[in-house]
């Protein structure tokens, strides 16, 4: 930030979200695979706040328990309006003396560099008492009205429903975030009133206190209305995820990153993709995942904790859990599926395996059918698979156990003791030739199928 002055971040969540229709707190509904709260605050620490202090309510326990003490809470209980609540942060800020930023659980997208805009601002020349972030909506519908002049200066703010017709035509409308010096805040706070239908104290009514005062007071205006969008029902959750689906799928294409179907690919808000990397359609990208360059990640397939690396295929049809790491042009193919399991340098799962609690060395090749039997119905255990070994098909490799390099496990083998390296494993029952058994069977069961329909 420019200025050198301290600020603290009060931020709203204390309503009970009604509309969302959850008994998730609607704060911590996700975007992106991260509670909505979270995307805000994880931009409010980019600029080094002095305190976060996120007001509480209904669905208190859940909230803090979702922060884990990254931020102070208070709690605002009974609700009494936006500038009640603000004013349930006064004791956690003491003799705080730098700058507050007001924001809101339910709008997450506002960007680093429009809440330093308001700061900024809040020091300019004319030193306003408080900075009010505007927009310009497509339709401004009933939002509350800003009424400012060519430098932001505000003349008056005025709710929808008190505006006169000249009023309404203008359309700079309150996104509700607001900036002052805390001194002047909480000053301007105590001499609000609830003279209004609903009986609250309205944060925007600080504006015209000063105003009223012969202050100046200014706004701000965001030439992005979409990022002070307030999240309040699942169909605006939806819109809220599908604007930043598409911001990301154009930032990731910016950035070098192929995607064959660009609206059919869903990213979390970690995803790490280097440049040269192709995703095919249908890709689901969860949380914790990072795909190096030169990898490709084919159709309908799933990853989520998972680190792939330089020029690796993945899928189609692919899962990757959590742990799943792909070394140097490593392969995963079709309806392959790996969790806490490390495939090395160029060795391939190409088909139908189940790779679990695993380490599979450069150049080994696990064969079609292949499972680790990883579980005991009470513990984990852990296989190791040596380099180039070759697995064959259909065999299990029931853990612990250790495959040696070179080793060859032939197929549809149940391998319960380690194998050594350039050895051949093969555990199969003896097979049994009983010539005419079959004709014998088919004509027995036959003739009882004839002699039922004759009953």
Same mark, same amino acid.
């Given at each position: 930030?420019?200025?050198?002055?301290?600020?603290?971040?009060?931020?709203? @969540?204390?309503?009970?979200?009604?509309?969302?229709?959850?008994?998730?707190?609607?704060?911590?509904?996700?975007?992106?695979?991260?509670?909505?709260?979270?995307?805000?605050?994880?931009?409010?620490?980019?600029?080094?706040?002095?305190?976060?202090?996120?007001?509480?309510?209904?669905?208190?326990?859940?909230?803090?328990?979702?922060?884990?003490?990254?931020?102070?809470?208070?709690?605002?209980?009974?609700?009494?309006?936006?500038?009640?609540?603000?004013?349930?942060?006064?004791?956690?800020?003491?003799?705080?003396?730098?700058?507050?930023?007001?924001?809101?659980?339910?709008?997450?997208?506002?960007?680093?560099?429009?809440?330093?805009?308001?700061?900024?601002?809040?020091?300019?020349?004319?030193?306003?008492?408080?900075?009010?972030?505007?927009?310009?909506?497509?339709?401004?519908?009933?939002?509350?009205?800003?009424?400012?002049?060519?430098?932001?200066?505000?003349?008056?703010?005025?709710?929808?429903?008190?505006?006169?017709?000249?009023?309404?035509?203008?359309?700079?409308?309150?996104?509700?975030?607001? %900036?002052?010096?805390?001194?002047?805040?909480?000053?301007?706070?105590?001499?609000?009133?609830?003279?209004?239908?609903?009986?609250?104290?309205?944060?925007?009514?600080?504006?015209?206190?000063?105003?009223?005062?012969?202050?100046?007071?200014?706004?701000?205006?965001?030439?992005?209305?979409?990022?002070?969008?307030?999240?309040?029902?699942?169909?605006?959750?939806?819109?809220?995820?599908?604007?930043?689906?598409?911001?990301?799928?154009?930032?990731?294409?910016?950035?070098?990153?192929?995607?064959?179907?660009?609206?059919?690919?869903?990213?979390?808000?970690?995803?790490?993709?280097?440049?040269?990397?192709?995703?095919?359609?249908?890709?689901?990208?969860?949380?914790?995942?990072?795909? %190096?360059?030169?990898?490709?990640?084919?159709?309908?397939?799933?990853?989520?904790?998972?680190?792939?690396?330089?020029?690796?295929?993945?899928?189609?049809?692919?899962?990757?859990?959590?742990?799943?790491?792909?070394?140097?042009?490593?392969?995963?193919?079709?309806?392959?599926?790996?969790?806490?399991?490390?495939?090395?340098?160029?060795?391939?799962?190409?088909?139908?395996?189940?790779?679990?609690?695993?380490?599979?060395?450069?150049?080994?090749?696990?064969?079609?059918?292949?499972?680790?039997?990883?579980?005991?119905?009470?513990?984990?255990?852990?296989?190791?698979?040596?380099?180039?070994?070759?697995?064959?098909?259909?065999?299990?490799?029931?853990?612990?156990?250790?495959?040696?390099?070179?080793?060859?496990?032939?197929?549809?083998?149940?391998?319960?003791?380690?194998?050594?390296?350039?050895?051949?494993?093969?555990?199969? @029952?003896?097979?049994?030739?009983?010539?005419?058994?079959?004709?014998?069977?088919?004509?027995?069961?036959?003739?009882?199928?004839?002699?039922?329909?004759?009953?």
């Amino acid at each position: 930030m420019n200025t050198t002055r301290e600020f603290a971040a009060i931020v709203l @969540a204390a309503g009970k979200g009604t509309r969302m229709k959850s008994d998730l707190h609607k704060v911590l509904h996700p975007i992106a695979g991260r509670p909505m709260l979270h995307h805000l605050l994880a931009t409010v620490d980019g600029l080094a706040p002095s305190k976060k202090i996120v007001v509480v309510g209904a669905g208190r326990d859940q909230v803090e328990g979702a922060l884990g003490g990254s931020a102070e809470t208070c709690l605002q209980e009974p609700q009494h309006g936006t500038g009640h609540a603000v004013q349930q942060a006064r004791q956690q800020l003491g003799d705080f003396r730098g700058d507050v930023l007001v924001l809101y659980g339910d709008v997450p997208f506002v960007r680093g560099e429009t809440m330093e805009a308001m700061l900024e601002r809040l020091h300019a020349e004319d030193a306003p008492k408080v900075v009010v972030l505007g927009f310009e909506p497509a339709d401004p519908l009933r939002y509350g009205r800003v009424l400012a002049d060519s430098e932001g200066r505000i003349a008056k703010m005025v709710e929808y429903k008190d505006a006169s017709e000249e009023e309404r035509g203008c359309r700079l409308c309150n996104s509700g975030l607001m %900036a002052a010096r805390a001194e002047d805040m909480f000053a301007l706070l105590e001499r609000v009133g609830n003279e209004n239908a609903q009986g609250e104290y309205y944060l925007p009514d600080i504006v015209n206190i000063a105003i009223a005062d012969g202050d100046t007071c200014a706004a701000v205006t965001t030439d992005r209305p979409e990022e002070v969008a307030g999240i309040n029902s699942r169909a605006e959750l939806a819109a809220a995820e599908a604007q930043w689906q598409d911001l990301k799928r154009e930032e990731a294409m910016d950035a070098g990153v192929t995607l064959r179907a660009p609206e059919t690919v869903f990213f979390s808000y970690d995803t790490e993709l280097a440049p040269d990397v192709t995703v095919e359609p249908n890709v689901v990208f969860g949380p914790g995942v990072s795909v %190096a360059k030169g990898a490709r990640i084919r159709a309908f397939s799933h990853l989520e904790g998972a680190r792939v690396g330089e020029d690796c295929e993945v899928g189609p049809y692919a899962r990757l859990r959590p742990g799943a790491v792909l070394e140097k042009h490593a392969k995963v193919g079709n309806f392959v599926e790996m969790k806490k399991a490390t495939l090395g340098e160029g060795a391939k799962a190409s088909h139908l395996t189940y790779l679990g609690d695993a380490e599979v060395g450069a150049g080994a090749n696990i064969g079609a059918g292949t499972i680790t039997c990883n579980y005991d119905g009470y513990f984990k255990y852990r296989t190791v698979i040596g380099e180039r070994a070759f697995i064959g098909s259909n065999s299990a490799l029931i853990a612990p156990v250790k495959i040696g390099a070179d080793a060859i496990v032939a197929a549809g083998s149940a391998v319960s003791r380690d194998v050594e390296a350039g050895e051949l494993r093969m555990v199969r @029952a003896e097979q049994l030739v009983k010539p005419g058994w079959a004709d014998r069977f088919h004509d027995t069961m036959k003739k009882k199928k004839a002699a039922e329909k004759k009953g």
